[in-house]
Structures are given as structure tokens and as C-alpha cells.
């Protein structure tokens, strides 16, 4: 069973910066697709970026796009989410999620193991 454990977020005025992290166990081998995804008040569950665990082949929403970078680190099983040029509209909570194919998705619904989630809030 894949636990995560998301930490890092926190409140950063409007252009600051944040790094999210995710530690990753129980995963069995590296042919795994990790994601970011984030959730507003009352809005449903947005993609953010994903990575191949493997390869590191990414994929990012537009809405983040030249702003945040997903990245891992397979020596500290580690997810990674550098966020910049923070905007209110980036205000969620943000959780890390994995599913065991190597293809990265936008839809929510094909991650089946999901952290608790940490909440970012960007205001002035």
C-alpha cells in the first residue's frame, strides 16, 4: 500500500514562493506516476503537474505553467512542488497523489492513493 505524506505549505504573500514536499513508502518498484493536485473552497479537484517516476517526464496545467516545477528525488523516495510567482487564485489545499502506470493524467480519478493534503494560501 503507497502512503504519502505531503508537508510544506503555509501563507506567502501574492509573488512569494513555497516547496511543497512528499514522502512516498510502500511503493514496490519506479513504474509509478506521481501528481500534484489541488482543491479550492468549493471547487472540485484540479490537476497541477504530474511526473514519471522513472523517466521524470512532466506535465503541468496551464494555469502553472513557467510558475511551479514538480520534480523527485528517488534516493529520498521524495516528491517535489516548487511553487512561484504565487497567485491568489493558487490558494488550495494541495495534495500529492500516485498511480501505478507510467503515463502521466489530469484526471483526478485515475490517481488511487492520495495524501492527506496540505493547504497554501496566498494573500496579502
Known amino acids: 500500500q503507497v502512503q504519502l505524506i505531503e508537508s510544506g505549505g503555509g501563507l506567502v504573500q501574492p509573488g512569494g514562493s513555497l516547496i511543497l514536499s512528499c514522502v512516498v513508502s510502500g511503493r514496490t518498484s519506479n513504474e509509478y506516476t506521481m501528481g500534484w493536485l489541488r482543491q479550492a473552497p468549493g471547487k472540485g479537484r484540479e490537476f497541477v503537474a504530474a511526473?514519471?517516476?522513472?523517466?521524470?517526464?512532466?506535465d503541468y496545467a496551464d494555469s502553472v505553467k513557467g510558475r511551479f516545477t514538480i520534480s523527485r528525488d528517488n534516493a529520498m523516495d521524495t516528491l517535489y512542488l516548487q511553487m512561484n510567482s504565487l497567485k491568489p487564485e493558487d490558494t488550495a489545499v494541495y495534495s500529492c497523489?500516485?498511480?501505478?502506470?507510467?503515463?502521466?493524467?489530469?484526471?483526478?480519478?485515475?490517481?488511487?492513493?492520495w495524501g492527506q493534503g496540505t493547504q497554501v494560501t496566498v494573500t496579502s
Open positions: 511526473i514519471t517516476w522513472a523517466g521524470g517526464n512532466t
Open positions: 497523489a500516485a498511480r501505478p502506470w507510467i503515463e502521466t493524467s489530469a484526471r483526478p480519478n485515475d490517481y488511487p492513493y
